[in-house]
């Protein structure tokens, strides 16, 4: 059953998951559970502002690919470039090939390697591909591509962080979010947000409905499947795995998108 979001919930998504100028009261498992539930409104927020920069340029005369590196880089400056330096540490420690231990110390060093490098640059590639190829169909495609690809990445934090899911460290962001969101919760999470993104992409067209609904859906699942693959690896999450899982996202999102 859905529940009104909470005002700490909503500074706890807020103010850890963006730059916006929004206060986080408390810390506690309660507000970390609501923060992550109302993660996906927080990439909703994203998104727009994401999209709204992309259309800006387009009304000004600019090219869609320009229009795609701004809707793109919105993201990453909303959100301190933390998810994507989360992801280039994930790549570095699973790329590593060591035991978890010296993996997750690998992830902690402020250096980034060649792992973590090569797939910062292809995932920014493919986003920036995705969202220039989009718009190249319309402005309302690539605005629609932007905020579903945001609100999708959020949204894999709280399925990320459900019951079950545990820390790889006792200290960090990660320890403080795992396993908060009762699984029942996050599967409600999911289908709410992939049917909101079905009736938004109903607006271009029945099939449009369902490209925009299985983009969440793969997004989630490749998103589960790194998840699952750093568990395994490192004994549980990290800050840095929930970036590496928002990106993955979010890039898979994009890219079922403009498929077909």
Same mark, same amino acid.
């Given at each position: ?24 009261? &408390? ?17 909703? =927020? ?26 793109? @880089? *919105? ?71 932007? *905020? ?9 934090? =709280?399925? @990320?962080? &459900?019951?079950? *899911?545990?820390?790889?460290?006792? /200290? ?10 009762? =699984? ?14 079905? @009736? ?10 369902? &490209? ?11 998103? /589960?499947?790194?998840?699952?693959h750093c568990v395994? &690896? ?7 795995v929930f970036g590496?899982?928002?990106?993955? @996202? ?5 890219? *079922?998108?403009?498929?077909?």
């Amino acid at each position: 059953m859905l529940q009104t979001p909470s005002a700490d919930g909503l500074r706890f998504a807020f103010g850890t998951l963006t730059v916006l100028p929004v206060k986080v009261t &408390r810390w506690d498992r309660d507000a970390a559970r609501g923060g992550m539930l109302c993660a996906p409104l927080a990439g909703l =927020t994203v998104g727009v502002l994401a999209a709204a920069a992309g259309l800006l340029l387009l009304a000004l005369g600019a090219g869609t690919l320009l229009a795609a590196v701004a809707t793109a @880089a *919105v993201p990453a400056v909303l959100t301190r470039g933390l998810h994507l330096d989360g992801l280039a540490d994930t790549a570095d420690g699973l790329g590593s090939g060591k035991p978890a231990e010296d993996a997750l110390r690998i992830m902690k060093q402020s250096d980034i390697g060649p792992f973590g490098v090569l797939t910062l640059l292809f995932t920014l590639l493919a986003q920036v591909a995705a969202l220039a190829q989009a718009y190249d169909g319309s402005w309302a495609r690539g605005a629609l591509a932007a *905020v579903v690809s945001a609100t999708a990445a959020r949204l894999a934090l =709280t399925t @990320a962080a &459900r019951a079950g *899911v545990s820390a790889a460290r006792p /200290e960090g962001l990660g320890a403080a979010v795992a396993g908060v969101v009762p =699984t029942g919760r996050a599967l409600t999470a999911a289908a709410v947000v992939t049917l909101t993104a079905a @009736a938004a992409g109903a607006s271009l067209g029945p099939y449009d409905a369902l &490209r925009t609904a299985l983009a969440v859906v793969c997004a989630i699942a490749l998103a /589960e499947l790194l998840l699952r693959h750093c568990v395994r &690896r490192f004994g549980g999450v990290t800050g840095d795995v929930f970036g590496g899982v928002a990106e993955t @996202a979010a890039t898979t999102a994009l890219v *079922v998108l403009v498929l077909g």
